[in-house]
């Protein structure tokens, strides 16, 4: 991992100054789309405030507003928050943290300027923001910005907050958006006139680089030493390793329950040279801002490792790469991915860590190690592949198509009302863990993951599991054709990455009665067994009950209510048979079509009673495949029994 982050930081080093690893991103709405389609391009701007120290006062006016573009973070040295207790002297800030500058942020670059520069009082930087600070525009007790030094202030705006005071003086369209907040001063010096923004000035980004503490010359234990990434003999230290969030969770956190012999070998396995130090940070950087995505609700860091020629991969062949598998994980068509990413000369694995964060802490989740290409490009075109044998099925009522993405709606997820995960371990994330990581998974767990997932639907749980996709209550029919469909498909490219067992092949076929020929295919193609026809066959009976009942004008199916969707035993599948029958002698449903699959599944029950080996869970899922395929096709060459709605029934899950 540290090898691969290393890599990363080397390609992309060149390009970069030192103040480079610290710039934070943001997220710019270039445009909008209204309800008719119509696009309007949104004009972003940074705001100067003006503090005035010839007049004494604070102005806050459309006058001071520049135009924002791709360059404006660097130009504007933006780095987003210090993260916990950190001093908070950076200053330029977005709109919604534009209230450190009215408080802390000039009291706390002063203190960071007194505590690393010697001579901090001949800093020009030093000298501006102590005028500011003592100067009637700053109420030193309460450590913020005096109200009444500001041009223009109304006594209503008082109690208004900072973005919201910003808002009031700098009144923007619809179309209009500040995205960064900075100070600009105004001074007299030999009597000039002169404006200065306190970004641009070098004292300024001498400090702020000094945070990133590249130096080794201040690190504990620092020698002459061979350098744990560069082979070279430079001076070394195992702590500078501790600076990177995300290496220092695979040193430092990976010992933490090992033997004191290796936390004293810490120093020696670890250990690492400025230059190398620079380039990890680099990384990191470039990690945080390009390299992420979603695997089952969870931000992802993706970190490939790419093999044989490091000194000529670029950023953009990285970004690509990330395109790419980010591609992957969506629910819409992948026609070229599989192509282009095959096509690709260089040979790669991937790394998936999956974090967690409050600002404050990180905290891996999940880490996915070493995701050979082959077996990426594998997985996902046994995904397509299987998605094509359904995709009507699949498709024709939920509208979407089958991925890498397409688990996580699967597997159902509790969520706390705020929408964070409410478990401490995500059920899809260690799926996607050991799918993506080629371990073997329990089939019957599988059978357990669409058990839940067809509970919570049918008890409409869409507060606790947002990530499942619900449906209206009249079309609850649909969910459990669509989800099993999915599950299939998943089913499938599992048994053909060898991750279950497969179904042994049916050689024979005995059978009592006659099926449609589609139905026969259907069985056969998916290596149903006796025990697993039964099941097939009873479904559609069921299918036929509530098909009846709805006719006689129910919203719901009173049949469905006789499933335990958290799995049946054999008896319970028995008894239920009983009261299908039942319902179907009572709403005179047995026409000769329904006699002959009645007669099909008396004929495999009975074939299967002394060797019943099905799972509760499993029984469930073979029950509903029948329901789930005579869902999926009714024709007009079933009978008018048959007639169904296409109109949407899909709530899209929160």
Same mark, same amino acid.
């Given at each position: ?59 806050? %006016? ?8 791709? =360059? ?16 908070? #002297? ?15 942020? $000039? ?142 969770? $695979? ?5 933490? %329950? ?27 950087? $470039? ?61 790669? /694995? ?23 290409? #082959?077996? #990426? ?106 989800? $099993? ?30 099926? /449609? ?13 006796? =025990?697993? =026809? ?15 009942? %709805? ?23 028995? =008894? ?31 074939? /299967?009673?002394? /060797? ?35 109109? %949407? ?6």
């Amino acid at each position: 991992m540290i090898t691969a982050i290393y890599k990363i930081g080397k390609a992309i080093a060149g390009d970069q100054e030192p103040i480079d690893c610290l710039l934070e991103n943001i997220k710019v709405v270039k445009e909008k789309k209204d309800k008719k389609g119509n696009v309007t391009q949104i004009k972003n701007y940074i705001l100067k405030i003006v503090f005035d120290l010839i007049n004494n006062k604070i102005i806050i %006016s459309p006058d001071n507003l520049t135009p924002y573009d791709d =360059r404006s973070i660097k130009k504007f040295f933006f780095c987003g928050n210090v993260k916990g207790k950190g001093k908070q #002297f950076y200053l330029t800030r977005t709109l919604k943290s534009s209230h450190f500058l009215f408080g802390k942020t $000039f009291p706390d670059l002063l203190d960071k300027m007194k505590s690393e520069e010697k001579e901090y009082e001949k800093n020009l930087l030093f000298q501006l923001v102590s005028e500011i600070v003592g100067s009637p525009m700053y109420d030193r007790d309460n450590n913020t910005i005096n109200a009444d030094r500001i041009e223009g202030v109304k006594n209503e705006y008082r109690k208004l907050n900072v973005p919201q005071l910003i808002s009031k003086f700098v009144q923007m369209g619809s179309d209009e958006n500040i995205v960064l907040v900075t100070p600009k001063v105004v001074y007299e010096d030999n009597k000039n006139y002169i404006e200065k923004d306190l970004v641009q000035m070098r004292e300024y980004r001498d400090i702020v680089v000094s945070k990133l503490s590249l130096k080794v010359s201040g690190a504990v234990n620092t020698r002459n030493m061979y350098c744990y990434l560069c082979k070279k003999t430079e001076a070394c230290s195992s702590s500078n390793l501790k600076k990177i969030k995300i290496m220092k969770l $695979f040193t430092t956190t990976a010992i933490n %329950s090992a033997s004191e012999i290796d936390k004293k070998n810490y120093d020696k396995n670890y250990r690492i040279c400025s230059a190398c130090l620079e380039k990890l940070l680099a990384a990191e950087s $470039f990690l945080k801002d390009r390299m992420q995505l979603r695997i089952a609700g969870t931000p992802t860091f993706l970190i490939p490792n790419v093999f044989g020629f490091e000194e000529e991969f670029s950023p953009k062949y990285l970004e690509k790469l990330h395109s790419k598998i980010e591609m992957a994980f969506r629910e819409e068509k992948i026609k070229n991915f599989f192509e282009d990413i095959e096509d690709e000369n260089e040979n790669f /694995s991937l790394n998936f860590l999956s974090y967690e964060t409050d600002g404050k802490f990180f905290k891996v989740l999940n880490h996915i190690h070493d995701v050979p290409k #082959f077996y #990426f490009v594998r997985l996902t075109n046994a995904i397509a592949e299987n998605y094509l044998l359904y995709e009507k099925e699949v498709k024709g009522t939920s509208g979407k198509d089958f991925s890498l993405g397409s688990i996580y709606p699967l597997i159902p997820v509790k969520c706390k009302k705020d929408g964070s995960f409410a478990d401490k371990k995500n059920k899809a994330l260690q799926f996607y863990s050991h799918l993506l990581g080629g371990n073997k998974i329990e089939k019957d767990i599988v059978f357990s993951y669409f058990c839940e997932a067809m509970y919570h639907l049918y008890m409409n749980q869409r507060d606790v599991y947002k990530n499942i996709r619900f449906y209206k209550e009249e079309h609850f029919d649909f969910a459990i054709k669509d989800y $099993f469909y999915r599950y299939l498909i998943l089913i499938k490219t599992l048994e053909d990455l060898k991750l279950i067992d497969k179904e042994e092949e049916i050689m024979e076929k005995e059978q009592k009665g006659k099926s /449609s020929g589609d139905i026969e295919n259907f069985l056969t193609e998916n290596n149903f067994n006796d =025990r697993q =026809r039964a099941l097939f066959y009873l479904g559609i009976l069921i299918n036929r009950v509530g098909y009846s009942q %709805s006719k006689k004008g129910y919203k719901t199916k009173p049949i469905l209510k006789k499933i335990n969707y958290q799995g049946m035993t054999i008896d319970d599948v028995k =008894r239920l048979y009983v009261d299908v029958f039942e319902k179907l002698v009572q709403h005179e449903a047995l026409y000769p079509g329904v006699e002959n699959i009645n007669t099909l599944c008396k004929y495999y029950f009975d074939k /299967s009673d002394n /060797s019943w080996e099905l799972s509760e869970f499993a029984n469930i899922f073979y029950l509903l495949s029948g329901y789930a395929y005579k869902t999926a096709h009714m024709t007009e060459k079933s009978g008018a029994e048959d007639e169904v709605t296409t109109e %949407s029934h899909e709530i899209k899950g929160e």
